[in-house]
């Protein structure tokens, strides 16, 4: 496996893995809530505090993604991280969230890295969990999902 910058011509292929628009919300929450398509991803890596990464195999297949958002020196976020669905559940997802906390850890300035994710999400909590975050709170009903909205659950982990 291979932990690298993400490629943007890889943008097809990953924005292909979301469905509908439950999975949309799940990876994004509300990054992409009026436009999501190609050009509105590719503007969205442009950002100056956002850093894509992927995890690729050995015959070059697109396995993960995620980001690191920082917008000050002494935090970083991990975001938006998916893994490829047909390689769910193999163990890719704390593989890749272990070479994103090393990295910031490597870069040296972060006191602490933190995420969110859906209350429904547990398969990404359970990852979260095993790689060392902790739950720090629930924010009740901040994301509007169908039946109704759902509650984000708030993850640090000190390093």
């Known amino acids: ?12 292929e990953l924005l ?8 949309r919300i799940l990876w994004s929450g509300s990054t992409f809530d009026h436009d999501f398509s190609l050009p509105a991803f590719n503007r969205h890596l442009k950002r100056k505090d956002v ?11 697109l396995v993960s993604y995620g ?4 917008k000050i020196p002494s935090s970083a976020s991990i975001c938006r991280v998916i893994v490829n669905p047909e390689l ?5 997802g704390q ?14 300035s972060a006191k602490a890295i933190s995420l969110n994710t859906l209350a429904t999400n547990k398969q990404a909590i359970t990852c979260y969990k095993k790689v ?13 999902m169908q039946p109704g909205n759902v509650d984000i659950i708030i993850m640090k982990m000190s390093i």
């Not at 496996?1 to 097809?12: D, L, S």
Request: aromatic share 12%; proline share 3%.
């Open 1 to 12: 496996m291979n932990f690298q910058p993400f490629q943007e011509r890889a943008g097809p």
């Open 16 to 23: 292909s893995w979301i469905q509908n628009e439950t999975e």
């Open 51 to 61: 850093f894509a990464y992927s995890l690729i195999d050995s015959i070059q297949q």
């Open 67 to 70: 980001e690191v958002v920082s």
């Open 88 to 92: 769910r559940g193999r163990g890719y």
């Open 95 to 108: 593989k890749f969230c272990h070479e994103l906390i090393n990295l910031i850890k490597k870069k040296g």
């Open 132 to 144: 060392g975050f902790q739950v720090i709170r629930k924010q009740r009903k901040l994301r509007s």
